[in-house]
């Protein structure tokens, strides 16, 4: 299984004219990497215990990671 950078590098980046498609790659790929609580808005803020917020901030810099790759530079403003 490739790893989470080299599979965002082969998702094209969101510009002007690929809203559609790169929506539905990116939410299958949240999905997969077990990111789209995240995304999704089901999973909004870190929990009290200690080791169960880290990983929440782990799992929200991988979303926000993936996002900000993923986008054209000149949208990131």
């Given at each position: 299984?490739?790893?989470f950078s080299s599979t965002?590098?082969?998702i094209e980046k969101l510009n002007e004219s690929n809203y559609g498609s790169r929506i539905t790659r990116m939410q299958y790929?949240?999905?997969?990497?077990e990111l789209?609580?995240?995304i999704g808005g089901?999973?909004?803020s870190p929990l009290t215990d200690v080791e169960a917020a880290k990983r929440w901030k782990v799992k929200a810099g991988k979303a926000m990671y993936a996002l900000t790759v993923?986008?054209?530079?000149e949208f990131l403003q």
């Amino acid at each position: 299984m490739e790893d989470f950078s080299s599979t965002l590098n082969s998702i094209e980046k969101l510009n002007e004219s690929n809203y559609g498609s790169r929506i539905t790659r990116m939410q299958y790929y949240f999905l997969g990497q077990e990111l789209w609580d995240i995304i999704g808005g089901s999973d909004t803020s870190p929990l009290t215990d200690v080791e169960a917020a880290k990983r929440w901030k782990v799992k929200a810099g991988k979303a926000m990671y993936a996002l900000t790759v993923t986008i054209e530079d000149e949208f990131l403003q």
